[in-house]
């Protein structure tokens, strides 16, 4: 019975997390209701989770070491980060969803360029049902090409892609420094996260900020959603280093059915059968490419998460030495 327990947690412990992302979308629509906007959001959140994992794992920063790949990491995690948050905020959240699980075909082409992992059939074929997905999901006879018909969907594909390579930069970043603690890239997540979403903010005005009352509601805000992303992320990573890469990836799609349920909750948001049918689409090849990528015996299976919305949804592609798979900066989110 214990061991049956201790079994279901590692899974709990996920589905929790994947909910949580499923969920977040709606306090940052509180805080952009409050007057700020969603860069503004992205970047405060964000710099309020990095500080929390700072302070918490500080006795890991010391193993932090100069390299290239850090600043590139941080500035895909901002992107990633800000373009989901602002998709969310301005868009229907379900297509901007969906739009930024289309990872599984970006990730095979980045994978192969700077990786120089090989493109095999299989992952071409995933590619292009996840592609095929969106183009069933955006298609429509007043809109013409099936592409984002909204600068916020447009944000969301952008996230997705950027998702993908911070996913790869991940892995070259777990090889080239292996000796830098998980926690540490966590962090860097986090404030590539905060740095960029602070840099955008000046492109962007904030229309009426808050005021009076709503100050403290807007500060209690940022720092809540800062400290449970953070938990989040460290909740997530205790399941990913218990529970195979492969099925992992499938439970992290739970965040579709959470978003789904609490768009139509909170925001009146009924998907189409078109949107239905796409999303299908790209949901499994999420979860076929779980599959196609899962770890060969005698791998580690577990994975790390990081932080913002860092999950990888397209399988085991970033397997470190310490069996930990990386979860997603979306702080993300």
Same mark, same amino acid.
């Given at each position: 019975?214990?061991?049956?327990?201790?079994?279901?947690?590692?899974?709990?412990?996920?589905?929790?997390?994947?909910?949580?992302?499923?969920?977040?979308?709606?306090?940052?629509?509180? +805080?952009?209701?409050?007057?700020?906007?969603?860069?503004?959001?992205?970047?405060?959140?964000?710099?309020?989770?990095?500080?929390?994992?700072?302070? &918490?794992?500080?006795?890991? $920063?010391?193993?932090?070491?100069?390299?290239?790949?850090?600043?590139?990491?941080?500035?895909?995690?901002? /992107?990633?980060?800000?373009?989901?948050?602002?998709?969310?905020?301005?868009?229907?959240?379900?297509?901007?969803?969906?739009?930024?699980? +289309?990872?599984? *075909?970006? !990730?095979?082409?980045?994978?192969?360029?700077?990786?120089? =992992?090989?493109?095999?059939?299989?992952?071409?074929?995933?590619?292009?049902?996840?592609?095929?997905?969106?183009?069933?999901?955006?298609?429509?006879?007043?809109?013409?090409?099936?592409? #984002?018909?909204?600068?916020?969907?447009? *944000?969301?594909?952008?996230?997705?892609?950027?998702? @993908?390579?911070?996913?790869?930069?991940?892995?070259? !970043?777990?090889?080239?420094? #292996?000796?830098?603690?998980?926690?540490?890239?966590?962090?860097?997540?986090?404030?590539?996260? @905060?740095?960029?979403?602070?840099?955008?903010?000046?492109? =962007?005005?904030?229309?009426?900020?808050?005021?009076?009352?709503?100050?403290?509601?807007?500060?209690?805000?940022? +720092?809540?959603?800062?400290?449970?992303?953070?938990?989040?992320?460290?909740l997530v990573q205790?399941?990913?280093?218990?529970? #195979?890469?492969?099925?992992?990836? /499938? /439970?992290?799609?739970?965040? $579709?059915?959470?978003? @789904?349920?609490?768009?139509?909750?909170?925001?009146?948001? &009924?998907?189409?059968?078109?949107?239905? *049918?796409?999303?299908?689409?790209?949901?499994?090849?999420?979860? +076929?490419?779980?599959?196609?990528?899962?770890?060969?015996?005698?791998?580690? @299976?577990?994975?790390?998460?990081?932080?913002n919305r860092q999950?990888?949804?397209?399988?085991?592609?970033?397997?470190?030495?310490?069996?930990?798979?990386?979860?997603?900066?979306?702080?993300? &989110?």
């Amino acid at each position: 019975m214990n061991l049956s327990l201790r079994n279901t947690w590692p899974t709990l412990a996920i589905m929790m997390g994947a909910s949580v992302w499923g969920m977040v979308w709606y306090p940052l629509r509180m +805080l952009n209701a409050l007057g700020l906007t969603g860069t503004a959001a992205s970047a405060l959140t964000s710099g309020a989770g990095c500080l929390f994992v700072l302070l &918490v794992r500080r006795s890991a $920063i010391r193993t932090v070491r100069w390299h290239w790949l850090l600043p590139a990491l941080a500035l895909f995690a901002g /992107i990633t980060n800000l373009g989901f948050v602002w998709g969310a905020i301005h868009g229907q959240v379900m297509r901007v969803l969906l739009l930024f699980y +289309l990872t599984p *075909a970006w !990730t095979a082409l980045f994978a192969h360029f700077i990786l120089r =992992e090989r493109l095999t059939w299989s992952g071409a074929a995933l590619a292009a049902m996840s592609l095929a997905g969106a183009m069933m999901m955006l298609w429509s006879p007043q809109l013409g090409l099936p592409v #984002p018909g909204s600068l916020a969907e447009w *944000a969301g594909l952008a996230a997705g892609m950027s998702f @993908a390579m911070s996913n790869v930069l991940i892995l070259k !970043t777990s090889r080239d420094l #292996p000796d830098m603690r998980a926690e540490m890239r966590t962090a860097v997540i986090f404030g590539g996260a @905060a740095i960029f979403g602070a840099c955008a903010s000046y492109f =962007e005005s904030m229309p009426a900020a808050p005021t009076g009352a709503h100050v403290g509601e807007a500060v209690l805000l940022v +720092l809540g959603i800062g400290f449970a992303l953070a938990t989040n992320n460290m909740l997530v990573q205790y399941g990913l280093a218990r529970v #195979p890469a492969n099925r992992a990836s /499938i /439970i992290m799609l739970f965040e $579709i059915v959470v978003t @789904a349920l609490t768009a139509w909750l909170f925001a009146g948001e &009924v998907p189409g059968p078109r949107e239905w *049918a796409g999303g299908a689409c790209i949901v499994l090849a999420s979860a +076929l490419s779980s599959w196609v990528h899962r770890a060969k015996p005698g791998e580690a @299976a577990g994975a790390e998460g990081s932080g913002n919305r860092q999950d990888n949804p397209d399988g085991n592609l970033d397997q470190d030495r310490d069996g930990a798979r990386k979860n997603r900066p979306r702080a993300m &989110v």
